[in-house]
């Protein structure tokens, strides 16, 4: 038993001295690279400054593009050279921007809501700049409404946007001055640091080995006959020693009962792994199930009604306007009636693909019921939603619908209505719409007609 006490008393010795020379070793490395530490802190810094120079180009940029949209709409000789020259400067604003959101840390909290809170100011003035160009063709020039949204760009969304703005460049310019004199701290520290582990280690190992020839070998001894007799004993990990003595005794127990553990928890693991996924695919499939008419696989009617009231509030919240576009498929029944349910339920999933393709990105089309569709247009004045759903009826009526080799000829009538005061629900804008569909359906069908609150029925032909 001495021999091999000895033996591995050598090794320790061998071993922990060993451990001195390398710590030296990895502390004379770690001393060397804290220069690339001390490089990386100031590109860091050099990358926020051209955060903040490029924040005060964008503040710039959007300034001269309110110069030039309010002289565009003044001048009265702009024409479609100047409006695509505003619309490129627009696009420059936007990819100066992406510039932005690319060159952030994404973990970086205040960077995030700093650079999203000016992603948002600068849709906001894009949007706007763009109406107001919009109401200048319009209105031919400088009329009451341009004036009156030019107003609002200058006075709220353009003071919104700066403020945004210089407030991300404030946060870049002081990120770099931080990173600067952390730069400088860090190696100061770390460099002391490296130098006092690098001589505890020594001190430590040189300790460590004397110790441990004294007080390792009985203990370990004991220790691996202890753990003969405790099979039931766990490790955390394999020991990975396949000597002959009294440590590769106990590494051979503990591994066999590590395998058999590991064994047992591997097969559990597995099956709850199968059973979160089925529960998961389950899930998504039953909340799928929840918000989509099975037919069309558009919003169902819940869903739909959900959504639109929300963004009601919101479009009240933030004075914007907002319409809805009720459509019914004409002679329906004669559909089904002539061709079979099969037919009539093949021209419902036809024509949702054709109203989902006229639509835009923001609005949503929902299954109001039977062969109704609705459609929400947020953001969108009644002149603007008739347009839309004059679209769709062309669409329509384009649209071929093969049926075992039979082409069934499809149309649809709108109608088309806004809110036209604060109190005014979702339900009852419904019923707006509802009211120009059955005047649409009156005047002949394949159509949309408009509802205005203020000048009565106006029809989109």
């Given at each position: ?11 320790i010795?061998f071993?922990?001295?060993?451990l ?15 220069r690339?530490?001390y490089q ?8 926020r ?7 005060a180009?964008i ?15 003044i ?24 510039q932005?959101v ?7 909290v205040?960077?995030s ?13 894009k ?20 004036k ?24 870049e310019?002081?990120a770099?001055?931080?990173s ?12 002391i640091?490296?130098a ?10 040189i ?24 099979p ?13 003595d ?5 590494a051979?127990?503990?591994n ?14 597995e099956y709850?792994d199968t059973?979160?996924?089925q529960?998961e ?30 963004i009601?509030d919101?479009?009240?919240?933030l004075?914007?306007?907002?319409s ?11 559909i ?46 009644i ?11 062309i ?9 075992n ?17 604060d109190?005014e ?7 707006k719409?509802?009211?120009?569909l ?5 005047q002949g ?17």
């Amino acid at each position: 038993m001495k021999p091999v006490r000895g033996h591995i008393a050598r090794r320790i010795i061998f071993a922990y001295s060993g451990l001195a020379f390398v710590t030296i070793l990895v502390s004379a490395g770690a001393i060397g690279g804290i220069r690339l530490l001390y490089q990386r802190l100031v590109l860091e810094a050099r990358q926020r400054q051209e955060m903040s120079l490029l924040s005060a180009r964008i503040r710039s940029e959007a300034l001269l593009l309110a110069n030039s949209v309010q002289q565009y709409v003044i001048d009265a000789e702009s024409g479609e050279a100047e409006r695509l020259a505003l619309e490129k400067h627009i696009v420059m604003l936007e990819e100066l921007l992406q510039q932005a959101v690319d060159g952030i840390n994404p973990d970086n909290v205040d960077e995030s809501i700093a650079v999203g809170l000016a992603l948002q100011n600068i849709m906001s003035f894009k949007v706007q700049s763009r109406r107001i160009l919009d109401l200048s063709d319009q209105e031919g020039g400088f009329g009451p409404e341009t004036k009156r949204q030019m107003d609002a760009l200058l006075q709220h969304y353009q003071p919104e946007l700066i403020k945004s703005l210089e407030d991300f460049e404030k946060l870049e310019g002081s990120a770099a001055k931080s990173s600067y004199a952390q730069a400088d701290i860090y190696s100061l520290h770390l460099t002391i640091f490296i130098a006092m582990l690098s001589a505890a280690a020594v001190v430590f190992a040189i300790g460590m080995s004397i110790w441990l020839a004294k007080r390792l070998i009985i203990p370990l001894t004991a220790l691996t006959e202890n753990v003969k007799l405790q099979p039931e004993l766990s490790l955390q990990r394999p020991i990975e020693i396949s000597t002959d003595d009294e440590m590769g005794a106990l590494a051979q127990a503990l591994n066999q009962m590590k395998a058999e553990i590991n064994a047992s928890r591997d097969k559990l693991e597995e099956y709850a792994d199968t059973l979160e996924e089925q529960v998961e695919e389950r899930t998504r499939e039953l909340k799928l199930l929840a918000i989509t008419d099975p037919l069309t696989g558009i919003y169902n009617r819940g869903h739909f009604f959900a959504l639109a009231e929300k963004i009601l509030d919101e479009t009240k919240r933030l004075n914007h306007p907002f319409s809805v576009a009720l459509f019914d498929l004409d002679h329906f029944k004669n559909i089904n009636d002539r061709f079979g349910h099969a037919a009539g339920d093949l021209a419902l999933r036809q024509v949702a693909r054709t109203m989902q393709s006229q639509i835009r990105q923001m609005d949503f089309l929902g299954r109001y019921g039977g062969e109704e569709f609705v459609v929400a247009l947020p953001s969108t004045k009644i002149s603007e939603a008739l347009q839309i759903g004059q679209r769709i009826v062309i669409a329509v009526r384009k649209m071929q619908v093969e049926y075992n080799g039979r082409s069934i000829h499809v149309t649809i009538s709108g109608g088309v209505a806004s809110y036209a005061y604060d109190d005014e629900d979702l339900g009852h804008i419904l019923s707006k719409a509802d009211k120009a569909l059955y005047l649409a359906k009156k005047q002949g069908r394949d159509r949309v007609v408009a509802h205005n609150s203020t000048t009565g029925y106006m029809e989109k032909t």
